[in-house]
């Protein structure tokens, strides 16, 4: 009750105040604007003394000028002194001054309208004197209006202006008393200010008269509330900003403390906080933040127990600083109990959630979704903001969407079962996924929402249809194909086994594939085959095997082993296809090509034959005409004989003796003796030339043997040699160089001799393409030697060479560089599968445009199988 009475006594006391302020403010407003209007009179009337003056002035120089009276300043000083005592109203206290500067001094010569006689103490002030400053500003021409000390220095409100005369520049001042003027304002103020005291008693009496029945209301009030707070089942506290508690309820005392003792005066922290790092400012900042969130605390009862209590704050504030925080507190212990079991339930759900590979939300009954986990995020590329509501039904595949809607979230649900669905990213790439819907029960068994589930199943689905693709590839595949077991029995073998061996599928399951050998290999290769897939490597190779029906057949086979996902062989599988009609197709290919060689050698080969048959049918001409020489020498022999028979000793044996000297022709018999011989070593050399020709022809032509074996690499190369000679001999020299240590080398002659013959005749062709610019012989060089286990043939030629830009395309067939009907493009694809895919060597090449190309050629000299 005494504070209440402070604080209307402090009211009264504030109200007197501000009647006092207002009285003084009102007072000094006004006294401002009532100066600042004597100001501009002021002026007004000291311009219009002056104006007044200057026209006098000009009156009293004429009449000083034509009546010869007094001069005219005196006599405009005595007419503006009259004037001023006329027109001066009574009370008025306006003055005029009026002065003129005599050397340092001020000069007054009328001041409130007198004239100002000498010796007058007021007559003369120093220039540098504090008073008259209105008179000395008018004295410097300045015009204007100031508050500042007069002559006398009383404080004064001066309007100033100069008299410039025709006999010099005087000063004029109108000024009043500011004590005059502030007078009046004084007295108002006093007089409101006591106007307003009397009113603010009344004021004050009647408010305190008619609130006496609210301040009973109030108190009546404050006991109430007193007793709800003491009565309430609740933590009641005040607590000050350092955390001492400045009230507590009974409640909370005798929760804390057990009724032994008072809260007051104690710290809040050391009842509600454990950890001692954490301040009670902390706790206080806490509960205010949680002014719209309730703040938990756990708190220590003094019996050792614990319990929780959820707080709301209120800040108490005096005169806008927070001095106090109200803290009303409810104890939560089983219902924070409640929330631990519920949140870890939550966090146990969204950590699994979380983690799961599967998509996961939770619908309400219509379908609209509630929550999404971050797979389903990750499935469908949105987030949860654009996964809302049907949003994530938008994902679904427009095939399927209809249907789910009918069938798990319709009125009347017709199956709620596991269904495979198409799920659309937002980059537009499809998922496949199992989707599974369960109903979500609230606690009382009540259907709420649903709990639906996809499993991504792209992978699998992707395996199936990669599966059933590979096995309708199999299925459907030319080649055979043969799995087989780790014991190399045969687990599967497709359609196209059982027609090209006509053995059917189900009596060949179980069997070891050996029942195909034909036995016309060696054992040793089925051993190598073995050795090789065994320690997890792929075997090639070709094979003689025999069909159901006895015939033989040639296949291709590729068989390798079957790993498992750690790398562990499991199995073996084979693909193998028929290709003895390729091996016949390619026999008469390569056989066509050695004859499209021999055909297009054919005009070369004939003359190479024609020559040394021409000299041999001259020979033989030679010989016919000797021989007739002969004859007749014979002849003539033969009659001498008979002559000699016949003949007697006599004279006639000289006769017979010059017969006998004129019978033989010495010189004729010389030449035939040295010719003769000549002309048949000729003939046989030219039949030697021929039948070496035509071996060479038939070598090369001959359609070749099926199996390889042993031929001597230079002889091969001799004879293509030979062949080519027309191609080469006019435009190149064929410069050989042969490794006669060269063992025999196992391979098809005939293919080997093509492959030599082809490279020859390029080189020869490139050679005379470069020898129609330059017009030089090239050289065509031709050697053997050996290598390791190869045997390599090196042709090398000075011609054109090859572009670079083809040079990859060389080996492949029907690509040529030459002009129509030069070339087929068969003869280096023939030469690369010959060398390389029959013989398993390689093939080389080097080259430099304009300077000519090198083929190397690497054969083993055994078969990788003998």
Known sequence: MLKRKKRFFLLASLMVLLVGLVSVFSSRYLYETSLREQKIRLYELVESQASLASELAWVALHLETDLKVTTARDLLLQHLSRAYKNSLVEGSTCEFSIAKRTGDNVEFLVVNGEIVQEGAEIKYISFDSPYAEPMKKALNGESGTIVGLDSSGVEVLAAYTPLSLQFGVLGMVAKNDLEAIRAPFIQANLIVFGVGLVLTSIFLFVFFRLSEPIFKDIQQSEKQYRDVVEGARNLILRVLANGTISFANSYANTLLLHEKGSLVGQDLSQFIVKDVSVKAEDILTRMVESQKFQYETEICLPDGTHKWISWVARVISDEGQPTELLCIGNESTSEHLANDARREVEERFRGIAKASPVGIIITNMEGHLLYANEQMHQLTGLNSSELIGQGWL?????????????????????????????????????????????????????????????????????????????????????????????????????????????????????????????????????????????????????????????????????????????????????????????????????????????????????????????????????????????????????????????????????????????????????????????????????????????????????????????????????????????????????????????????????????????????????????????????????????????????????????????????????????????????????????????????????????????????????????
Request: hydrophobic share 35%; aromatic share 6%; proline share 3%.
């Open 394 to 866: 938008q994902r679904i595949h427009e095939e399927e969407r209809t249907q789910l809607l009918e069938r798990w979230f319709s009125s009347t649900p017709v199956h709620k079962g596991r269904r495979e669905l198409r799920l659309l990213s937002s980059e537009g790439k499809t998922a496949w996924v199992l989707g599974q819907i369960v109903e979500l029960k609230n606690s009382t068994d009540v259907v709420v929402g649903n709990v639906v589930t996809f499993t991504d199943i792209t992978q699998i689905k992707e395996a199936e249809l990669a599966k059933s693709r590979l096995s309708a590839a199999i299925e459907q595949a030319s080649e055979m194909i043969i799995i087989m077991d780790m014991d190399a029995n045969i687990t599967y073998v497709n359609p196209a086994f059982e027609k090209t061996t006509g053995y059917k599928r189900d009596t060949v399951i179980g069997k070891s594939p050996g029942f195909l050998n034909s036995g016309e290999q060696d054992s040793s290769i089925y051993e190598e085959l073995w050795r090789t897939v065994t320690r997890g490597d792929v075997y090639s190779g070709r094979f003689i095997n025999l069909k159901k029906n006895g015939k033989r057949y040639t296949q291709e086979l590729s068989i390798g082993p079957i790993l498992d996902g750690h790398g562990d062989i499991i199995g073996y599988v084979g693909v193998a296809r028929d290709i003895s009609e390729q091996l016949v197709i390619e026999a008469q290919l390569r056989q066509s090509q050695k004859l499209e060689s021999i055909g297009e050698l054919a005009a070369g080969i004939a003359h190479e034959i024609n020559t040394p048959t021409q000299y041999v049918s001259s020979n033989i001409q030679f010989l016919k005409d000797s021989f007739i020489t002969y004859e007749k020498m014979l002849e003539q022999c033969r009659e001498l004989v008979e002559r000699v028979m016949l003949q007697d000793d006599g004279p006639s044996c000289v006769s017979l003796r010059e017969f006998a000297e004129n019978l033989l022709d010495e010189k004729e018999l010389e030449y035939l003796k040295g010719d003769i011989p000549q002309a048949l070593n000729e003939s046989e050399a030219g039949l030697k030339r021929v039948a070496e020709i035509v071996r060479s022809v038939k070598q090369l032509a001959h359609p070749g043997e099926m199996n390889k074996s042993y031929h001597q690499l230079n002889e091969i190369v001799r004879d293509a040699v030979t062949v080519s000679a027309n191609e080469w001999k006019y435009v190149a020299e064929v410069v050989s160089e042969y490794d006669d240590t060269l063992h025999p080398v196992f391979c098809l002659k005939g293919e080997v001799g093509q492959v030599v013959l082809n490279l020859i005749i390029n080189g020869a062709h490139a050679i005379e393409k470069k020898k129609l610019t330059t017009g030089e012989q090239g050289v065509i060089s031709v050697k053997t030697y050996q290598a390791g286990a190869m045997a390599v043939l090196e042709v090398a030629d000075t011609g054109t060479g090859i572009p670079s830009d083809v040079i990859d395309k060389i080996f492949d067939p029907f690509f040529t560089t030459k002009e129509v009907g030069k070339g087929t493009g068969q003869g280096l694809a023939i030469a690369h599968n010959v060398v390389v895919n029959m013989h398993g060597g390689k093939i080389d090449v080097s080259t430099e445009p304009g300077e000519g190309t090198t083929f190397v050629v690497r054969l083993p000299f055994e078969s990788e199988h003998v």
